[in-house]
């Protein structure tokens, strides 16, 4: 009937997503074929992401790590990868203290064009050295369609960042790779709308996509950005994707980082991504907002505490 199927085989049941004109199937009586346990017309304008379509929790595999469902993960590094030495040794402690995934970007979006922009491949490259190392998979930024094959090439997740949204070209080059994505709400986005553009990755052929919720514009200035928590039992009834928060750029404080990410973890987010500096004063990018070493182990030996007592495990 010319509409676009897209299949989606969970534990119990499978679910056929029709996405197509909806005056045309409303008349057929789908519920008398054989196969068909029940038909059900979603009309809000995200569709295969909506909990409607599937009313599991997606839980996305990096490598042997989970994310969404009953686990909390840890995802954490630097802002920007600055050298080796800076990268491995940060690897090697988040590794030790338990976390899961190592980010750091080599595509920075920075508000001055002064600003130190990333190292690019080069910076690729030192995280792929990281990986080898440590085991940990990497989360790096994509900002362009036209760096979405070599960031795919050393990345295992993707990120997409505030900035780029509702850059839908970007969305949907995107959504043509199989490697999971990061989405990253924008600044001065709704929950539906980052739900919209998670819509345009998963219609585009990749399922895989982990929102995070990192902070939205308010009057408030004292903290670089404001912490919507409540984004995250939001987003959980409103879709089945899991969602994370960076509470690095929702507060631009290193001190606010441990209260913001334990709140999370009690408002049921999926895992946190936080950004981590071996010496957070001569970072080159969002120093202010880093944690050294020894506020990260104190951090997670606080989230360990908290997730086991939630009834979850560490992703
Ligand atoms: C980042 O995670 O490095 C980043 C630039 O974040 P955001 O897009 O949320 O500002
Ligand atoms: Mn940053």
């Not at 990018?285 to 495990?313: T, W, Y």
Request: aromatic residues 6%.
């Amino acid at each position: 009937m010319g509409a676009q199927a897209h299949v989606s085989k969970g534990k119990y049941k499978t679910v056929i997503g029709a996405i197509g004109d909806r005056e045309k199937f409303i008349t057929l009586p789908w519920e008398a074929f054989a196969g068909v346990e029940k038909s059900v017309p979603i009309l809000k304008p995200f569709k295969l992401v909506s909990r409607e379509f599937k009313s599991e929790d997606s839980v996305i595999k990096v490598g042997s790590v989970n994310i969404g469902g009953n686990h909390f993960t840890v995802m954490a590094g630097p802002c920007a990868v600055e050298t080796d030495q800076q990268i491995i040794s940060t690897a090697k402690l988040i590794k030790k203290e338990g976390a899961s995934i190592l980010r750091g970007g080599a595509f920075k979006p920075r508000t001055s064009p002064y600003s130190f922009q990333g190292l690019g491949v080069p910076g690729l490259k030192m995280l792929a050295a990281a990986r080898e190392e440590t085991g940990l998979p990497i989360v790096t930024e994509v900002m362009d369609s036209r760096d979405v094959e070599v960031v795919a090439e050393f990345a295992d997740i993707m990120q997409i960042g505030a900035r780029n949204m509702q850059n839908f070209l970007l969305l949907k080059e995107i959504g043509l790779q199989k490697k999971p994505i990061l989405l990253k709400r924008g600044f001065s986005n709704t929950v539906e709308e980052l739900l919209m553009a998670a819509e345009y990755i998963v219609s585009s052929g990749n399922p895989n996509v982990i929102l995070c919720e990192r902070g939205i514009r308010t009057f408030e200035t004292f903290t670089r950005n404001t912490l919507d928590l409540s984004a995250i039992p939001s987003v959980h009834s409103l879709s089945h994707l899991p969602i994370v928060v960076d509470p690095s750029h929702a507060t631009g404080k290193s001190e606010l980082i441990e209260s913001l990410s334990l709140a999370a973890l009690a408002a049921g987010a999926d895992g946190i991504l936080v950004e981590v500096h071996p010496k957070p004063d001569e970072a080159w990018c969002d120093g202010p907002q880093s944690i050294d070493f020894n506020r990260f182990a104190h951090l997670m030996r606080q989230l360990k505490s908290l997730v086991s007592s939630l009834g979850k495990e560490l992703g």
